[in-house]
């Protein structure tokens, strides 16, 4: 299984990102997909969640702000970040999961500067 997050960056206050995750080694369409972030130091948030079948779910911080989707033609799923706060600043992972299973990728750091 291999997972490419990507779309991190700076950006100042206020700024968006959008994020990516494709996956491989797994059959897509069956995970749900979740972006967690974690802060040196903290433990790892669940930021935004997208069921197999598209129900999707959000932390308070980010509600409002940021929208989870996913294409599952192209085995990938996205982390749209909008009005961006420096409290933001993170590596931001993606994490396929199903019950009994889950992968982690590398991640992608998203710095928001003020």
């Known amino acids: 299984v291999q997972l490419q997050a990507s779309g991190g960056g700076l950006v100042q206050a206020g700024g968006s990102l959008r994020l990516s995750c494709v996956a491989s080694?797994?059959?897509?369409?069956?995970?749900?997909m979740n972006w967690y972030r974690q802060v040196t130091g903290k433990q790892r948030e669940l930021v935004a969640i997208?069921?197999?079948?598209?129900?999707?779910n959000y932390s308070d911080s980010v509600k409002g702000r940021f929208t989870i989707s996913r294409d599952n033609a192209k085995n990938t799923a996205y982390l749209q970040m909008n009005s961006l706060k420096p409290e933001d600043t993170a590596i931001y992972y993606c994490?396929?999961?199903?019950?009994?299973?889950?992968?982690w990728g590398q991640g992608t750091l998203v710095t928001v500067s003020s």
């Open positions: 080694g797994i059959t897509f369409s069956i995970y749900h």
């Open positions: 997208i069921t197999e079948g598209r129900s999707t």
């Open positions: 994490n396929p999961r199903r019950v009994g299973d889950g992968f």
